[in-house]
């Protein structure tokens, strides 16, 4: 689904503040992957993202999404395969718009849906859509988004990105800026969707309890490099303990991100 061959990012090339952040990384994603990805901050996480969905280019190296090269395609023509979940709840919806027209304008992206109008019945549609949440929504169609929770406002983000029909979903921390309970329940959502939709995912997140507990495979980088890569039996046996003691023993040094280590 995902080839990345020999990536190399480095930004303000040939100039005193030249920084190299993703360092000859390959990585093949196959289809139905849920691939969790931890590090410290500044280990390259939210650049590969940046390069997967066209948000910026690599210096060196190639991109394949479904087999198709897409080094140098822009981001809004692999928006057709991709969908991305930002930290900030509200950077997914418009908030002062309704629900119903939030929807709406998902719908009118077209990726995977024909034009739409807003009758009766189409707005019987987007409510029936929302009643999927589980969380009563569908009964506040007409009222604006910022008066939702954070945690509504994440879940409905994640409900109107897979509804544009991506293959590849990619969750950026998306429950970082949440409470425990919503953040629990963001995470639920994102599971049964996943499941039901057969998205390949990739998941950034600074919880080190969700990258052991979720997905089928888990990465762990550190200056632009992968540095862990654990899958199958081996990643359900992982705890806490062992994935730092990973750390140690390939950089030889103690994995020291407070923000990592105390989430739970």
């Known amino acids: ?8 990012k480095t930004f303000n090339p040939g100039t005193p503040g030249e920084k190299t952040v993703i360092r000859n990384l390959s990585l093949a994603v196959e289809s139905g992957d849920f691939i969790t990805i931890i590090g410290s901050n500044g280990a390259g996480k939210t650049t590969l993202f940046n390069l997967i969905s066209g948000a910026v280019f690599p210096s060196a190296g190639e991109i ?5 090269k897409v080094t140098f395609e822009p981001e809004y ?5 991709i969908g991305r979940i930002f930290q900030d709840p509200l950077a997914g919806t418009a908030s002062n718009m309704t629900i119903e027209d939030n929807m709406t304008i998902t719908a009118k992206k077209g990726f995977r849906w024909p034009k739409i109008s807003l009758n009766r019945a189409m707005r019987q549609k987007f409510a029936d859509q929302v009643k999927t949440l589980d969380m009563g929504l569908e009964t506040r169609m007409k009222v604006n988004v910022s008066s939702l929770s954070g945690g509504q406002r994440q879940a409905l983000t994640l409900l109107m990105t897979v509804l544009s029909g991506p293959d590849i979903l ?6 970082a800026a949440l409470d425990p309970s919503n953040a629990a329940m963001v995470m639920e959502q994102t599971q049964r969707v996943i499941r039901e939709r057969s998205l390949t995912t990739l998941m950034v997140t600074h919880n080190m309890n969700h990258a052991i507990a979720f997905g089928n495979r888990l990465i762990m980088m550190d200056a632009g490099e992968i540095i862990v890569d654990v899958k199958g039996a081996e990643k ?3 705890t806490r303990e062992g994935l730092i003691q990973m750390f140690a023993d390939t950089r030889k040094k103690a994995f020291e991100n407070d923000e990592v280590l105390l989430s739970t």
């Not at 394949?64 to 198709?68: H, L, P, S």
């Not at 023509?77 to 395969?81: F, G, K, N, S, T």
């Not at 990619?170 to 429950?175: A, G, I, K, V, Y």
């Open 64 to 68: 394949r999404i479904k087999g198709r």
């Open 1 to 8: 689904m995902i080839q990345l061959d020999a990536i190399t």
């Open 170 to 175: 990619l969750l950026d921390e998306h429950t």
């Open 77 to 81: 023509r692999r928006a057709m395969h």
């Open 236 to 238: 359900q046996d992982l």
